[in-house]
């Protein structure tokens, strides 16, 4: 195909999703360098894309626009891009990529109830929702397109959010090394024990490390995370005081991290630093962190047990349920999974010390500029 001028990738769903999409939109810089690309994500989830050296611009939508404000922008799209990709199945994604693409390519369910979007776009890729890991459907579209893939997640940031991350560090009184820990997913399914959490912060500090504790900007994660900082005196508590970039360059400067299923645990992955991390009701199939320096087609995680690929461990809880796929042991996202609620805190000390051990260094697979 002509290379084209201006590219449009469209992954409007939850921060990890963004992440993600990296390598896909790295494997179009590295295929049409002289193409201008533009991501079109969900707003409050940009900010994982900041400083993308790959990216011209960000583009964001409301999760839930009111109908004037969303005609508004599905009109401005309107053949605005040479080629547009669609990552997302579902409706509203297809319907952008096929405004804004005088060429349109996506991922679409493969049964006839999805058989209009099929037909809408130029070229479609069946979504593969349970035996293929995100990063590797992603590149899907670009095999479809006859790219060569390029697998390395993107994270990235600019000099004055590492300058504005080191104060705070600074300012928190982290001097030396250090381990972060991110202790409150978003969702409380995903959530482990505060006690849990205790006993991994002490033991780091026994090892020498300052432990610096991370969190988003939502009340409840900021409460969730006080709570454990306040039964660690000498911990630095960073929740909700990060933006994602600054997020980043503290991660790329740590010793070891942990984590649960969330997106700060991919960049802390991607960014080559040891990681632990721990998933109870989640397909790592689909949703493992994926490695930094993990360059193969097949998919880095089996569905069982706990696994060790490159910088990362990731933990699983015993019970015959696991991984169940859903959300929490009474289905809903506030509720508590007891595989998580029942992991013992001896075996994240036993795999993060494993990686202590064994004297994995970061790679910096970042892009500050």
Known sequence: MTPPRTILVVVTRRIGDVLLATPLIRTLRHAWPDAAIDALVFASTEGVLHANP???????????????????????????????LSLVPSDRPTMYAWLAGRMSVGLVVDSAKHRWKQR??????????????????????????????????????????????RSKLTAAG??????????????????????GWQECARWLA????????????????????????????????????????ETAWVLSQARIYIGPDTAVTHLAAALGVPVVTYYGPTDPVKWGPWPARYEHHANPWRRHGTQRVDNVILLQ?????????????????????????????????????????????????AHAV
């Open 174 to 195: 982290v001097s030396g090394a250090y381990a972060v820990l991110h202790p409150s997913p978003k969702f409380k399914y995903k959530t482990w024990t505060l006690h």
């Open 206 to 245: 026994e090892q020498g490390l300052h432990v610096v504790l991370t969190g988003g900007p939502d009340p409840a994660e900021r409460e969730y995370v006080a709570q454990l900082a306040n039964a660690l005196p000498t911990a630095a508590n960073l929740a909700g005081n990060l933006s994602l970039a």
């Open 120 to 165: 809408l776009l130029d070229k479609w890729i069946a979504y593969d929702n349970f035996n293929t890991h995100t990063v590797n459907l992603y590149l899907r579209v670009a095999e479809a397109l006859g790219l060569k893939p390029q697998r390395q997640i993107v994270a990235s940031w600019g000099s004055d959010d590492e300058a504005r991350a």
């Open 317 to 365: 809880g015993h019970a015959a349920c696991v991984p169940c796929l859903l959300e929490g042991c009474e289905r809903n996202i506030s509720s508590y999974s007891d595989c998580l609620q029942q992991l013992p805190a001896h075996r994240v000390i036993t795999a993060a010390a494993a990686l202590l051990d064994s004297n994995s260094s970061p790679g910096r697979t």
């Open 54 to 84: 790959d990216l011209r611009r960000v583009l964001t939508i409301a999760e839930r626009p009111p109908l004037a404000v969303h005609l508004g922008f599905a009109a401005r799209l309107w053949h605005g891009y040479d080629l547009a």
